[in-house]
């Protein structure tokens, strides 16, 4: 599925109020980008914790700083993507595929990895 700018930002709106759960019907407003195509979107600082991105495209993707604690990345196409001092602490990337990624400065404690393609990513 693809998403506008204008939608994105509200699936990431309403992900606060499922966290925070302080609104009427904070139950439904978990992010939900499930295969979604987010190939070069802009995530910076987002606060995406524990939201489903199984199988998503974020190749070329601006995560940097991004709050991806506990998400499910698991298969998601992170070729390229920009997670420079992102917040990965317990996500589960179990298969994704982060061909070239820049991890620099990213919390990994906890993360699954396993069978994740790290090949030519960035871990300095």
């Known amino acids: 599925m693809q998403y506008t700018e204008e939608e994105l930002k509200k699936i990431i709106e309403n992900h606060q109020h499922w966290i925070k759960e302080d609104c009427d019907g904070w139950?439904?407003?978990?992010?939900?980008l499930y295969c979604a195509n987010l190939y070069g979107a802009n995530l910076g600082g987002a606060n995406l914790e524990r939201a489903n991105l199984y199988g998503a495209n974020l190749e070329r993707a601006n995560l940097e700083r991004a709050n991806l604690y506990?998400?499910?990345?698991?298969?998601?196409?992170?070729?390229?993507?920009?997670?420079?001092?992102?917040?990965l602490y317990g996500a589960n990337l179990e298969r994704a595929n982060l061909y070239g990624a820049n991890l620099e400065r990213v919390h990994l404690e906890r993360a699954n990895f396993y069978g994740a393609n790290l090949e030519h990513a960035h871990l300095e």
């Open 27 to 32: 139950e439904n407003m978990r992010a939900n």
């Open 70 to 87: 506990g998400a499910n990345l698991e298969g998601a196409h992170l070729e390229h993507a920009h997670l420079e001092g992102a917040n």
